[in-house]
């Protein structure tokens, strides 16, 4: 950290102590009461104070100015970043990376390997403690910051040590009591290679994190993906219908036990693990308020209870007219039916599913989210122009799918209209109400 480190001003809240001030939009802070701000985490623990001293550059001009304000009062001030001092990226080479088995020739953003503990809170990123200094420690536990999502893997050191491929990570256990001392909540990550972390060795990680709570809250376990971009890399199998079946007999047997002994079921296993194993999901209630919901964790859960709602208070009414194509992938097939089905009860309605089989990364790879507009637009070559594609805006990110495809270049690869449409069945359910509603309005004017 040196003073050099400024963060560059976007915005200044109107009113706000900072305008009083006279700060403006492209104004750099370098420090407050002679600190360097690093991130906006220190931004707003070190503005908590009502007497600010702010170092701040405009220009070639460097100047300092004193703020008086009310305790926790926010300065007032908007960032073009979230990190002032860039990103702390990933050190480890772990057997299991999902980004060492993208193919090339994609945009930048889908290879950075992030490891930083501050987007871990402000995002729920998963991080893995390997890179972090004695002095991040420190202000972890100092600044409070709480909760951090943690990829374990394994607490047996050296077998940690050889899944991420570094010797910082044999200290897990240490790292995590260190931050439990300091009562930082933790939300800890197994990514489950089958013939490596399975067996006893996960026994040993469920229960050396368990002797942790109520500081470590949860687990979750996710089966690793696996791309066909695998040439050099570390061999490995994925998860079958078998071991998904005793992963989740195991899992009931902890939550049993650890709902008695520390009144929590504490272990959570992937959506995946019960699509797998072709088994029922959970109550709602078993989830205990979805602590680990960023992992995909109970995502299933709340798309069901969601089609149940929706089935006793859209029963009887008319949905909006059309002719719908949903577009998912392979796993989650079976659910996106099921809402389907719903569909086809409303009159005027016409639902099919298109499931999309995953020729980019591989046909391992299932999930709705990794699909490349390439592949959507093979699954769709014989759709018609009547008809209107339904994608699930998880498929996108930056507007993008994983091929770099935009929607409007996918456009132009099919004949019928497409739209981009939320996950959630009860979002999806009311968009098409509200623009059946809008269209019969028009229909309506137009008579008059």
């Given at each position: 950290m040196t003073s050099e480190i400024c963060a560059k001003v976007s915005r200044v809240i109107e009113d706000s102590p900072a305008a009083k001030i006279g700060l403006r939009a492209g104004?750099?802070?370098?420090?407050?009461?002679?600190?360097?701000?690093?991130?906006?985490?220190?931004?707003?623990?070190?503005?908590?104070?009502?007497?600010?001293?702010?170092?701040?550059?405009?220009?070639t001009l460097n100047y300092e100015n004193c703020v008086f304000k009310e305790a926790d009062e926010d300065l007032g001030l908007e960032f073009e970043e979230?990190?002032?001092?860039?990103?702390?990226?990933?050190?480890?080479?772990?057997?299991?990376?999902?980004?060492?088995?993208?193919?090339?020739?994609?945009?930048?953003?889908?290879?950075?390997?992030d490891d930083d503990y501050r987007l871990s809170l402000a995002h729920g990123n998963y991080i893995t403690l390997t890179n972090l200094s004695g002095e991040n420690i420190n202000r972890i536990c100092e600044q409070r910051i709480s909760?951090?999502?943690?990829?374990?893997?394994?607490?047996?050191?050296?077998?940690?040590?050889?899944?991420?491929?570094?010797?910082?990570?044999?200290?897990?256990?240490e790292q995590l009591r260190t931050l439990a001392s300091a009562r930082i909540t933790i939300h800890a990550q197994i990514v489950l290679c089958p013939g490596i972390n399975d067996g006893e060795?996960?026994?040993?990680?469920?229960?050396?994190?368990?002797s942790l709570h109520p500081w470590v809250a949860s687990i979750?376990?996710?089966?690793?993906?696996?791309?066909?971009?695998?040439?050099?890399?570390?061999?490995?199998?994925p998860v079958g219908e078998k071991l998904a079946r005793e992963v989740l007999r195991s899992c009931i047997g902890w939550q049993g036990e650890f709902k008695r002994r520390l009144g929590t079921r504490f272990v959570f296993p992937s959506d995946e693990f019960y699509l797998l194993a072709d088994?029922?999901?959970?109550?709602?209630?078993?989830?205990?308020?979805?602590?680990?919901?960023?992992?995909?964790?109970?995502?299933?859960?709340?798309?069901?209870?969601?089609?149940?709602?929706?089935?006793?208070?859209?029963?009887?009414?008319?949905?909006?007219?059309?002719?719908?194509?949903?577009?998912?992938?392979?796993?989650?097939?079976?659910?996106?039916?099921?809402l389907a089905d719903l569909l086809n009860e409303s009159d005027?309605?016409?639902?099919?599913?298109?499931?999309t089989k995953n020729r980019f990364l591989g046909e391992t790879v299932t999930v709705a989210g990794l699909l490349a507009g390439r592949d959507i637009a093979e699954a769709l070559r014989d759709i018609r122009e009547e008809d209107e594609i339904l994608i699930p805006r998880i498929a996108l990110n930056d507007d993008k799918f994983l091929d770099d495809m935009t929607v409007s270049e996918l456009q132009t690869q099919v004949v019928a209209r497409i739209s981009i449409v939320p996950p959630s069945p009860r979002a999806l359910v009311g968009s098409l109400g509200r623009r059946s509603e809008t269209a019969a309005c028009a229909v309506s004017c137009a008579g008059t």
């Open positions: 104004d750099e802070l370098l420090s407050i009461n002679s600190q360097p701000v690093c991130d906006i985490l220190d931004y707003r623990f070190r503005t908590a104070e009502e007497r600010l001293v702010l170092a701040i550059r405009r220009g979230e990190l002032f001092d860039g990103l702390l990226t990933c050190r480890n080479n772990c057997i299991f990376c999902f980004l060492d088995q993208m193919p090339g020739g994609l945009r930048k953003s889908l290879y950075v390997k909760p951090l999502y943690v990829s374990v893997h394994a607490t047996e050191p050296d077998l940690r040590v050889r899944m991420l491929r570094s010797k910082a990570a044999g200290r897990i256990m060795y996960l026994e040993r990680t469920v229960r050396d994190l368990a979750a376990l996710v089966p690793v993906g696996l791309t066909k971009h695998r040439d050099g890399l570390t061999p490995l199998q088994s029922d999901f959970p109550s709602s209630a078993a989830y205990e308020g979805f602590p680990q919901l960023e992992d995909g964790i109970g995502l299933c859960r709340i798309f069901l209870d969601e089609l149940r709602r929706l089935r006793r208070t859209t029963s009887g009414k008319r949905i909006g007219d059309g002719r719908y194509v949903l577009v998912t992938g392979a796993l989650a097939g079976p659910l996106v039916q099921q005027g309605v016409s639902a099919r599913v298109c499931i």
